[in-house]
């Protein structure tokens, strides 16, 4: 059972332009979100996160926007750059108290950047 | 400030045999979580200590284990190995009791190969 997931495996994006990475989720009990990114040989990077009662974070070129009634989540990149190339993975936890925050992740999107 | 840290980086061993993969949390993170990450998919949770303690435990079998130490880094311990082990294990490890808690920071990752 997935409950969070990345219907898109791969994106390609000129430099410049806007990228839009989509994660959609099931489980209504997820009140925090995550976007890590990923390269090659290395562990995923925090890039992101957004609370649940909020619905837009913003830091520099990249904004999470958060639409609970949808259950979906987006991640934009703009402008994107070449090194913004690497797997973006989605992430939720449910129940942010205590702790105890297990990770539910989505399957990723590969974004490529193109010159 | 050394980040997350794995060791070995590449382990190769036969199935039924038995490993061991450790990790070294950021200074002053108390909470140590671990991750199985198989090829076209995201990490899968598998354990999170907090203080010594186990806090969370994902759907893997009991040949997997885990501990934490006095000083917050961590093992897993994987018994009778299984080709279907084969994967990327990541530990992520982060603060406590403050609003980052929930935004771990993941290590290099230990590549395992079952043959």
């Known amino acids: 059972d997935q409950q969070v997931k990345q219907n898109s495996p791969s994106l390609s994006v000129q430099e410049g332009r806007i990228s839009i990475l989509n994660c959609d989720y099931t489980n209504s009990m997820f009140d925090y979100f995550l976007w890590y990114k990923k390269y090659p040989a290395e562990g995923p990077t925090f890039l992101i996160s957004?609370?649940?009662?909020?619905d837009k974070n913003e830091d520099g070129r990249f904004t999470v926007f958060l639409n609970k009634s949808a259950k979906h989540l987006s991640l934009h990149i703009v402008p994107s750059q070449p090194g913004d190339s690497a797997v973006y993975f989605c992430?939720?936890?449910?129940?942010?108290?205590?702790?105890?925050?297990?990770?539910?992740f989505g399957t990723g999107t590969r974004l490529q950047v193109t010159l | 400030d050394a980040g997350v840290t794995q060791s070995p980086t590449h382990l190769i061993k036969t199935r039924g045999q038995h490993v061991t993969l450790r990790c070294s949390p950021i200074?002053?993170?108390?909470?140590v979580s671990w991750y199985q990450q198989v090829l076209g998919q995201g990490p899968q949770f598998i354990f999170q200590y907090y203080e010594k303690e186990e806090r969370g435990r994902g759907n893997f079998p009991d040949r997997f284990s885990a501990r934490q130490f006095p000083n917050y880094s961590s093992e897993l311990n994987v018994n009778a190995l299984l080709l279907g082990d084969s994967a990327l294990y990541l530990c992520?490890?982060?603060?406590?009791?403050?609003?980052?808690?929930?935004?771990?920071?993941f290590g290099p990752g230990t590549r395992l190969t079952v043959t």
């Open positions: 992430a939720a936890i449910a129940g942010t108290t205590g702790t105890a925050s297990k990770l539910t």
């Open positions: 992520a490890s982060s603060l406590t009791g403050t609003s980052t808690f929930y935004e771990q920071y």
């Open positions: 957004i609370s649940s009662i909020k």
């Open positions: 200074s002053g993170h108390k909470s």
